[in-house]
């Protein structure tokens, strides 16, 4: 595998990829690499010649009492694991590579941005618009990969990519979770033994939600209000916990089919979010 820390070194590997006719698949992240990064690596394999991966701790999706300067920064062992995986290229940037001056330029998703983790992040999915957006220009993949885990990103995305007409395939991957179904992510590293002992509860609640709404008759309200006590008697600070649409991430009314719970919770000082989707026209016949 290739590293290369700017966008000149990055374009000349795949212009020579690109002249040689191979297809690039692109997984970009923030590092400290988990099982879930390397599912998204995998899947990539599977679908284009060239592996791109982008490990950059983006300041511009961090607000200013989020933990930027703390997020783990572990380049040598993601590295090791993403030679282990296949990837082919690693792009390692530095701020100012990617931000060289300040941004006059704004790329945002109007609606989607101000829902959920937009509301308790500020600017949050902006960040990340703008971010992805200057990757994408900068990697041209045919396919771009992204975790399911980060729901609602993977809609802002998406929309992105339609709006702008950008020529991008976009993936969606299933959440890799723990044995005990806690959300794989970077930040469960800053739960301590006792929270992470507790955090399993939010998948759990998910379920029960998604298992109570299957069978009926409650509505969303009382079903996510009695998984909310318990959530809080655990420990958790709810920041939202919501049944929505899956198509716009608005809160679903009964005739709704396609659904998607969302949560995002503190535990101590550690923030998890994670999400469950389902149809209810499948119910009858899916095993859950
Ligand atoms: N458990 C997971 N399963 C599948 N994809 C994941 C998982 N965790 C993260 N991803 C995906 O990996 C990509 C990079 O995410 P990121 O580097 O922010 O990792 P993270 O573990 O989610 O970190 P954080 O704790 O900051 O949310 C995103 O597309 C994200 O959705
Ligand atoms: C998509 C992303 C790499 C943009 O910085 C980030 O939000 C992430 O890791 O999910
Ligand atoms: N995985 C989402 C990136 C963030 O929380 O900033």
Avoid at 99 to 114: A, D, E, G, H, R
Avoid at 139 to 154: I, S
Avoid at 277 to 282: E, T
Wanted: proline share 5%.
């Amino acid at each position: 595998m290739q590293t290369v820390k700017t966008i000149k070194a990055l374009r000349a590997t795949i212009r020579q990829w690109r002249q040689a006719g191979q297809s690039i698949a692109f997984v970009p992240t923030m590092g400290n690499l988990h099982d879930g990064h390397i599912k998204l690596v995998e899947t990539a394999r599977h679908q284009a010649d060239k592996v791109v991966v982008s490990i950059f701790v983006n300041p511009t999706q961090f607000g200013p009492n989020e933990d930027f300067a703390s997020y783990p920064r572990t380049e040598s062992q993601d590295q090791d694991k993403l030679i282990a995986c296949g990837a082919d290229l690693l792009f390692l940037p530095t701020v100012e590579e990617m931000y060289p001056q300040p941004l006059q330029t704004q790329v945002s998703v109007k609606n989607l941005s101000i829902l959920h983790c937009g509301a308790s992040r500020p600017g949050h999915f902006d960040g990340v618009a703008v971010v992805v957006c200057k990757l994408l220009n900068m990697v041209q993949p045919d396919l771009l990969l992204l975790g399911e885990k980060d729901f609602q990103q993977l809609a802002v995305i998406r929309r992105m990519v339609t709006d702008l007409n950008i020529p991008v395939e976009i993936q969606g991957v299933p959440t890799v979770r723990e044995t005990d179904g806690l959300a794989m992510s970077s930040r469960n590293g800053y739960l301590s033994e006792s929270e992470r002992q507790v955090a399993p509860l939010l998948y759990r609640s998910l379920l029960t939600v998604r298992d109570a709404i299957l069978k009926g008759p409650d509505d969303y309200r009382t079903i996510i209000e009695r998984q909310a006590e318990v959530l809080q008697r655990a420990g958790f600070m709810l920041d939202y916990f919501q049944v929505c649409r899956s198509v716009d991430l608005l809160p679903a009314t009964a005739s709704d089919q396609n659904l998607v719970v969302l949560i995002a919770a503190k535990l101590g000082k550690t923030r998890l979010i994670d999400n469950l989707y389902f149809s209810r026209q499948l119910a009858d016949r899916t095993e859950f």
